[in-house]
């Protein structure tokens, strides 16, 4: 689109999580108009740590952004998947791209701070829980609790697996549970019992357990993570310390003494869910994107990674089309066969076994690492 059209193109961007953050950062620095509705009151992120990959940082370098993420995060470079007692399965350099070729660790909530961080002043609208949306082709009307409406030429859907954009217009299949709970702590370097002392990303698998050590040295601290096999869908279950332990049975002593030294009160405990793939994600006005689009389980931390992808490859389409219509289709057809492969993948199970196939292109260094 020509930069006097990308101008007059008033964008509305429903949530400010990591999806509708970098949408709005890409978009604005095309030139259009950009506003977000966020929700919540104020932007809070728990739960613990995420890495992002080199095509990520390399996007944020694109949008001049690079620095203020790095200066929140440390360079990792491998991750390593081992058994529940330790014993390695295999070992691998994150996927480079280009010349950056380190993953970078780094806390959900400084994470959003950051993306927030580099909008600008009075972009993002808190307190707009959106009721319905109406698509009128060349333009839609949002609808807030308390009666607010907006107008925009664009509306990105970026509301999470809950979305109201993706029920309203492209499909009302609701979450799916994967037989799962996560409970997630961010505890201290000190307390991880000598476990960690690089910046590299390590998971320990067991029978139907698998538990994530993802270091977050620049604050200190490390990302604890267990997630367990449970029948229980509750969205919010109500677990506790001895069910937890009960899911570490068996693993290494010392992931044994994290787990019971845990204070029960800054564990984030939730069961976990992702979407069936969606099979149109855009109207001529209106799109989807982040998990709005293709929530996937976080076994292959490729959620907000694929947040930013998104809001990569729309920013591209609009820059490189005639219109909006035809840039919301390219960035269907470009977008959408990777990220229903990675919710597959990302469903598949772990076992030592299957690594093999959740691993895809790594399967040389997978195929002659022992197995359990």
Not at 206 to 219: D, S
Not at 256 to 273: H, P, Q
Request: contains cysteine; proline residues 4%; hydrophobic residues 40%.
């Amino acid at each position: 689109m020509q930069t006097s059209e990308l101008k007059n193109l008033k964008i509305a961007i429903v949530g400010a999580g990591y999806g509708g953050a970098a949408a709005a950062k890409a978009l604005s620095l095309l030139g259009a108009d950009v506003n977000v509705y966020e929700q919540a009151n104020q932007i809070r992120e728990v739960g613990a740590g995420i890495g992002l990959r080199p095509a990520t940082m390399n996007r944020f370098r694109e949008w001049g952004i690079f620095d203020a993420i790095a200066k929140v995060s440390s360079p990792s470079e491998y991750f390593e998947i081992l058994t529940a007692t330790g014993d390695p399965i295999m070992k691998e350099a994150w996927p480079a791209d280009g010349e950056q070729t380190h993953t970078h660790l780094i806390h959900r909530g400084d994470f959003i701070e950051a993306l927030l961080g580099v909008l600008p002043e009075g972009m993002v609208h808190l307190g707009h829980k959106l009721e319905s949306i109406q698509d009128d082709g060349d333009r839609s009307v949002l609808t807030f609790a308390g009666g607010k409406t907006v107008e925009a030429d664009l509306v990105v859907g970026a509301d999470g697996i809950k979305s109201v954009v993706r029920k309203e217009l492209f499909s009302d299949k609701g979450p799916v549970f994967s037989g799962e709970h996560a409970y997630r702590a961010v505890i201290s370097v000190d307390d991880a019992h000598g476990m960690v002392t690089d910046d590299n990303l390590r998971m320990y698998i067991g029978k139907g357990t698998k538990i994530y050590l993802l270091p977050l040295r620049h604050r200190g601290q490390v990302s604890f993570d267990i997630t367990a096999l449970c029948p229980d869908s509750t969205w919010n279950p109500q677990n506790t310390k001895e069910d937890m332990l009960a899911t570490v049975e068996g693993f290494d002593e010392r992931l044994v003494s994290i787990t019971r030294d845990l204070d029960m009160e800054t564990v984030n405990i939730r069961a976990v869910y992702d979407i069936d793939p969606v099979d149109t994600w855009h109207s001529d006005s209106v799109v989807l994107v982040g998990d709005a689009a293709h929530s996937m389980l976080h076994h292959q931390g490729q959620g907000a990674n694929s947040a930013i992808e998104d809001a990569g490859a729309l920013a591209d389409a609009l820059r490189d089309a005639d219109s909006p219509k035809e840039a919301l289709a390219q960035y269907q057809a470009i977008r959408k066969p990777e990220t229903d492969k990675l919710q597959a993948i990302s469903r598949q199970g772990w076992s030592a076994e299957e690594i093999d196939d959740v691993f895809p292109g790594q399967k040389p260094a997978a195929a002659a690492a022992p197995k359990e």
